[in-house]
């Protein structure tokens, strides 16, 4: 669908993912273990290795990620491109409910397993979002965001190659939500990639129009995103109203 070139290469991404992601807790714990700080930067403290990996994920991106993303968006109209990314935000929105009610937001979730349910029926399979039609509110938590609610601190802020940025609490979160992810787990392979190729694209199109922002507003890309990561995290962890510095554990 993409060309076979590009969907071998966003199946090569995945799997890399997935066999990367048990060695993240590994990398973090001998960080810790062997003191990989060299930069004298309190909240970036491993500096140098992650600007080694923004710039491979970078240039990952420019020769491969990014092209595709724009050929989708030139060639897919507007209305199914929406109909992908209402798909798979409806699945999203099953684990978005679980995370709710695991940080004890029971309302919060119910609301997540209402939204799923109506856009699984009256929304054709989650293709048209009519939830969000209703009214009814759509929310944004992962396992990251409900390890810190538990009382976990964010750690170290490190960007992984392919992943690109984390902290050490978001990157044991992302291990969990690749191990919950229903799509990696579909038996029929051809499937499967197709789901994932087709996943990939639309969320990397999505963010299309962040580029030019980014371009013109860093002076150091890399500060930039690495600064504006930290802040939103930390502001999602507390739904928007982070407490003092000297309040919390971050």
């Known amino acids: 669908m993409f060309g076979i070139t590009h969907e071998k290469d966003a199946i090569v991404k995945f799997a890399l993912i997935k066999r990367l992601a048990p060695l993240s807790a590994l990398f973090m714990l001998a960080c810790t273990l062997t003191g990989c700080a060299t930069s004298g930067n309190p909240k970036d403290p491993i500096e140098g290795f992650n600007r080694a990996m923004f710039a491979f994920n970078e240039g990952v991106d420019k020769t491969v990620i990014k092209p595709v993303a724009q050929g989708y968006e030139a060639t897919v109209p507007q209305p199914a491109r929406n109909g992908v990314a209402n798909f798979f935000g409806n699945i999203e ?7 709710n009610v695991l940080q004890g937001k029971v309302p919060d979730g119910i609301n997540d397993f209402g939204r799923v349910l109506v856009n699984t029926t009256l929304g054709v399979f989650g293709f048209m979002d009519v939830a969000s039609d209703m009214g009814v509110e759509k929310h944004n938590e992962d396992f990251g965001q409900t390890f810190g609610r538990w009382g976990a601190g964010p750690g170290t802020y490190v960007v992984w190659p392919l992943f690109g940025p984390r902290t050490v609490r978001d990157s044991a979160g992302l291990v969990v939500d690749l191990a919950a992810d229903p799509i990696g787990a579909i038996n029929d ?10 996943r990939l694209v639309s969320d990397r199109a999505a963010l299309l129009p962040a580029d030019k922002v980014i371009e013109e507003a860093a002076l150091d890309k890399y500060s930039y ?14 739904d928007g109203n982070p407490p003092r510095r000297d309040e919390s554990n971050e």
């Open 225 to 238: 995103i690495r600064d504006g990561y930290l802040q939103r995290r930390r502001s999602l962890v507390y």
């Open 189 to 198: 392979i051809p499937a499967r990639n197709i789901l994932l190729v087709t």
């Open 93 to 99: 929105d099953v684990f978005i409910g679980v995370n």
